[in-house]
């Protein structure tokens, strides 16, 4: 039984083993083919990690190239700017070595100057002092005599007293007595305004033209600003009745009354002022200034402004005849054709006779005493030279 059952189960068992390793076989094959995908599948992450890996590099890489790029042309550009810097400072330098050298050897020169004239001021300043003397007292000389500018003659007469001062030479004691005392009379000379009369002559100049004439119908064509008109005397007037006092409670007939009680005293006035102004009375001592044309009124005042502007160069050259002369006829001619009655050819009058007796020419002193006292000094010490040299 036992063998026969062994024999049942053998064919069994044989197959069972030839099933067996055919499974293990398929099996054993599908593993590897797992483990092979799988190993596909990480190689290709792999490769995808290191391709964009790659190409992150490479993005990298040309920013940075981009970035050293630009910074070189930064560089280039910067070096360009610091070796024109260098120039630029290099000619500076060049340049202020030139102005070292010029303001060296100016100092040099200035040094020698000052040398010379220590020596020249040491052994010969009487002479150098003289000669400015002699330059400054002549200018203030011609200032006197040929402009009569009194007032450059004193700023002349100070600078040649401080320069005496500052030189403090015992030979020169004399010439500085001299200057003060000179001095002393220039500032004590009157002065005379000139620009304040010449003043006074333009305004006299442009009054000419609106000035009344006493002929009748020659002032309708120049009289163009309103002529103040005289007052009347304290006799002439006639004065206007007072209105009487009336009480405002008062009724309206009595006010009425009190009001033409006033109107014969009120026509009275009227009526004499009309008749005041038909008839004038003025005395005239030239009859032949009413016969003036509107030629002749003209030509008069073109005569009288060319008076004025004669009398105004008269000023100016100091020549009081002439400037006298010219403002008495332009004053007579105002009190002979010129209606006198006007203020404002009243004013006009006053101010001529007054331009008339100002004084346009003082005394002014010379300064002699100066001038010979500086020739002493310097004939004084040209003596103990001259003597030196005979012997």
Do not use: C
């Not at 002439?236 to 009480?247: F, Q």
Request: charged share 20%; no cysteine; glycine share 6%.
């Amino acid at each position: 039984m036992t063998d026969i059952t062994s024999e049942i189960e053998a064919p069994a068992r044989q197959a069972a083993a030839e099933t067996q390793p055919e499974s293990a076989r398929r099996g054993g094959k599908g593993g590897w083919l797992t483990i092979l995908l799988l190993a596909v599948l990480v190689i290709a992450a792999l490769l995808s990690a290191l391709w964009y890996q790659r190409q992150e590099f490479q993005q990298g890489g040309r920013e940075l190239a981009g970035r050293l790029s630009t910074v070189e042309t930064q560089l280039q550009q910067t070096q360009r700017q610091a070796d024109e810097a260098r120039d630029i400072a290099q000619g500076q330098q060049a340049k202020v070595q030139a102005l070292e050298e010029k303001l060296t050897d100016l100092s040099s020169r200035y040094q020698v100057l000052e040398q010379a004239w220590q020596n020249l001021t040491d052994e010969g300043g009487d002479v150098v002092l003289s000669n400015d003397l002699d330059r400054i007292l002549t200018l203030a000389s011609q200032q006197l005599r040929l402009a009569g500018q009194v007032g450059n003659a004193i700023v002349a007469l100070e600078t040649a007293q401080a320069r005496l001062a500052s030189a403090d030479r015992p030979g020169f004691a004399m010439v500085l007595q001299a200057v003060n005392g000179d001095l002393e009379r220039l500032r004590m000379t009157p002065q005379v305004d000139i620009p304040a009369l010449s003043r006074r002559v333009d305004a006299l100049v442009r009054q000419i033209d609106t000035l009344p004439l006493l002929a009748p119908g020659v002032n309708a064509v120049i009289d163009t600003a309103p002529v103040a008109q005289p007052v009347a005397a304290a006799d002439d007037t006639v004065a206007l009745p007072a209105a009487p006092v009336v009480d405002p409670d008062a009724s309206w007939w009595v006010r009425w009354r009190a009001e033409m009680e006033t109107w014969p005293g009120r026509l009275g006035h009227a009526i004499a002022g009309e008749f005041s102004n038909l008839v004038k009375v003025q005395r005239i001592d030239a009859p032949d200034a009413l016969l003036l044309s509107p030629d002749q009124a003209s030509q008069l005042r073109s005569n009288l402004r060319q008076r004025l502007l004669t009398a105004q160069v008269a000023l100016l050259a100091r020549q009081p005849d002439v400037w006298k002369s010219e403002l008495d006829i332009v004053a007579r001619a105002l009190s002979q054709y010129f209606d006198m009655q006007n203020v404002d050819v009243a004013r006009a009058f006053a101010q001529v006779e007054a331009l008339a007796q100002a004084p346009i020419k003082a005394d002014i002193p010379d300064i002699g005493n100066s001038l010979h006292a500086l020739e002493a000094a310097r004939a004084k010490a040209a003596l103990p030279a001259e003597s030196g040299a005979q012997e």
